[in-house]
């Protein structure tokens, strides 16, 4: 797969894992286990990068008696997830019009 | 391959060995509570860290992925500091280094101009022994042409002998020339090996 793209996926994954309430690093990588496998540097990397952008912000809690950390998702991380919704329509049209056209042309 | 979190954590600290220091501290903190939530879901250490990998393979990892101009900077540092008392240094030493320089550079400039005299001194005697002989010939011509033909003969006879001399001169100029252009050429090669080394120095 191309870069850009996969890299641009990969952050949108990690938005949408934190979308609904805050998350940490491991639970992270278990629920998007089932779409994509991250390993723990990727994640790191990927974290860093939402984090520069502002798109998340990171705070320190305790659990357990250590410091775990814990992302926050922000309002552009937010509005990062609708554009790729918007985008992503628009992609799987042409998708849908291009293995239309296909079908249409194995069928003749 | 048997490890506990902290030999995990010191072996991925020596591989990142490089790295600026509060970046390393937070990326060994990341990898620390990925092992402790392991741990915490029931997986004892070992197997936690079975399951994250082995620390040269993580650590070459993120060095392959580490920004270059970030790497490049960290390892620029120590050597700006050193250059700053090197240059204290130069300038303190300078009235013991400039003298020397500049006599170094005034000897060497002299031999250059005095290997390209020899050259020029060289092709002068070429050119009298070739101007004597056009002249004699021409003056020869004229002696003949007014009558006085013993001294005419006389002239064009040492001309042709002159004009003899010339072309062999000629010839040993040219040899000369090359070969104290080939010695300058290596003295120079000479001169940079001694100041810059060869290759590996």
Same mark, same amino acid.
């Given at each position: 797969?191309?870069?850009?793209?996969?890299?641009?996926?990969?952050?949108?994954?990690?938005?949408?894992?934190?979308?609904?309430?805050?998350?940490?690093?491991?639970?992270?990588?278990?629920? &998007?286990?089932? %779409?994509?496998?991250?390993? !723990?540097?990727? =994640?790191?990397? /990927?974290?860093?990068?939402? #984090?520069?952008?502002?798109?998340?912000?990171?705070?320190?809690?305790?659990?357990?008696?250590? &410091?775990?950390? %814990?992302?926050?998702?922000? !309002?552009?991380? =937010?509005?990062? /997830?609708?554009?790729?919704? #918007?985008?992503?329509?628009?992609?799987?049209?042409?998708?849908?019009?291009?293995?239309?056209?296909?079908?249409?042309?194995?069928?003749? | 391959?048997?490890?506990?979190?902290?030999?995990?954590?010191?072996?991925?600290?020596?591989?990142?060995?490089?790295?600026?220091?509060?970046?390393?501290?937070?990326?060994?903190?990341?990898?620390?509570?990925?092992?402790?939530?392991?741990?915490?879901?029931?997986?004892?250490?070992?197997?936690?860290?079975?399951?994250?990998?082995?620390?040269?393979?993580?650590?070459?990892?993120?060095?392959?992925?580490?920004?270059?101009?970030?790497?490049?900077?960290?390892?620029?540092?120590?050597?700006?500091?050193?250059?700053?008392?090197?240059?204290?240094?130069?300038?303190?030493?300078?009235?013991?280094?400039?003298?020397?320089?500049?006599?170094?550079?005034?000897?060497?400039?002299?031999?250059?101009?005095?290997?390209?005299?020899?050259?020029?001194?060289?092709?002068?005697?070429?050119?009298?022994?070739?101007?004597?002989?056009?002249?004699?010939?021409?003056?020869?011509?004229?002696?003949?042409?007014?009558?006085?033909?013993?001294?005419?003969?006389?002239?064009?006879?040492?001309?042709?002998?002159?004009?003899?001399?010339?072309?062999?001169?000629?010839?040993?100029?040219?040899?000369?020339?090359?070969?104290?252009?080939?010695?300058?050429?290596?003295?120079?090669?000479?001169?940079?090996?001694?100041?810059?080394?060869?290759?590996?120095?």
């Amino acid at each position: 797969m191309d870069i850009q793209l996969k890299r641009g996926l990969l952050d949108v994954c990690v938005l949408a894992a934190i979308k609904d309430e805050d998350s940490y690093g491991y639970k992270i990588i278990k629920d &998007l286990k089932p %779409y994509v496998e991250l390993s !723990e540097s990727t =994640l790191y990397t /990927i974290l860093k990068r939402l #984090e520069a952008a502002e798109m998340l912000t990171v705070r320190s809690a305790e659990h357990g008696g250590r &410091l775990r950390k %814990y992302y926050h998702i922000t !309002e552009a991380g =937010l509005h990062r /997830i609708e554009e790729f919704c #918007e985008e992503w329509r628009e992609v799987m049209s042409i998708y849908n019009f291009v293995t239309k056209e296909k079908a249409q042309n194995e069928n003749e | 391959m048997k490890m506990n979190k902290n030999e995990f954590l010191e072996r991925l600290r020596k591989g990142l060995a490089g790295l600026p220091e509060d970046d390393l501290s937070e990326r060994l903190d990341f990898y620390g509570e990925m092992i402790d939530d392991r741990v915490e879901e029931g997986l004892s250490e070992e197997e936690a860290i079975l399951e994250i990998g082995s620390p040269e393979e993580i650590a070459w990892q993120i060095i392959a992925d580490y920004p270059l101009g970030k790497l490049v900077k960290k390892k620029m540092k120590p050597k700006r500091s050193f250059r700053a008392w090197e240059i204290v240094l130069l300038v303190l030493g300078s009235p013991v280094w400039l003298p020397l320089l500049a006599a170094a550079v005034v000897v060497a400039l002299s031999l250059y101009v005095s290997v390209w005299a020899i050259i020029v001194s060289l092709w002068a005697v070429f050119a009298s022994f070739a101007g004597t002989a056009f002249g004699g010939l021409v003056s020869g011509i004229a002696f003949i042409s007014i009558g006085n033909t013993l001294t005419g003969a006389a002239m064009i006879g040492a001309c042709l002998l002159l004009s003899g001399l010339s072309i062999f001169t000629f010839f040993g100029c040219k040899a000369a020339t090359k070969g104290i252009l080939l010695l300058t050429k290596k003295a120079a090669i000479g001169i940079k090996n001694l100041i810059i080394g060869k290759g590996d120095m």
